[in-house]
């Protein structure tokens, strides 16, 4: 499918699948949605009300490392606060080193001193963990989302598949099956989208879902945990 690079409403790029009319972050700001749904909601919340500073690597898992935006995001949290983070980032399709080169994310989150980390991000090996840093471990797997067969391994998911128009089939009951069974009791996990028949999908299998205020754009998302 063809992939094309655009600029979203707070001036970080993405890319739109042409024929189905689909991003990999939100037009009305990549970077803002990412730090709203998965860094705000997802790692602050983890951190601040589950954990409460944390000493041991928090596991992270992410359906759909793309760019990298979401996976490079959580890295410099990691750097800022005393956070390690072991992160797997699964990937099915990953980009082109041209399609990667026109992305604008150093310069907008003015971190140009770790602008070859962002490469590295992209360079290192798949199917293995690779210390990006002391405090941030980076495992890429190249499989499909179905493949998923962890168990009881992750404090965090960041679910940021393509919507249920486009890929319907990504979030169903036996998606979230897996999602539940791959995290640790008092897991959570995260997503930009909330339709009901995600969150329905997400109750019938066991997970406790709360509506929470979208980012720019979109009035809701659901964060979903594992226990109560
Ligand atoms: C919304 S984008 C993810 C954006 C990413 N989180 C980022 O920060 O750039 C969804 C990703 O899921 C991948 N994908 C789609 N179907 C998949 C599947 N069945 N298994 C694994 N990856 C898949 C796509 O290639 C795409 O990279």
Redesign the pocket.
Known sequence: MKRQIITTADGSK?IRIEEWNE???SVHGAIQE?NHVYIKHGLFFYFETIVKNIVKPIPIL??????????FMTFLESQKQSLKINYVG????P?STNELEPLNYIEELAAERYAETFNDFHKCPWGMPYEISPKFQLTKLK????DIDEQSKFDLI?F???GARV?PE?WTEAIFHLMYEALKPKGVLVTYSSKGSVRRAMQAVGFNVEKLPGPLGKREMLRARKGA
């Open positions: 993405t991003h990999y972050h990412a992410e359906i759909g490392f793309g760019t990298g935006l979401n996976a699964v990937e099915a399709f980009l499989k499909d989302f179905k960041y940021d598949a393509f890929q990504l």
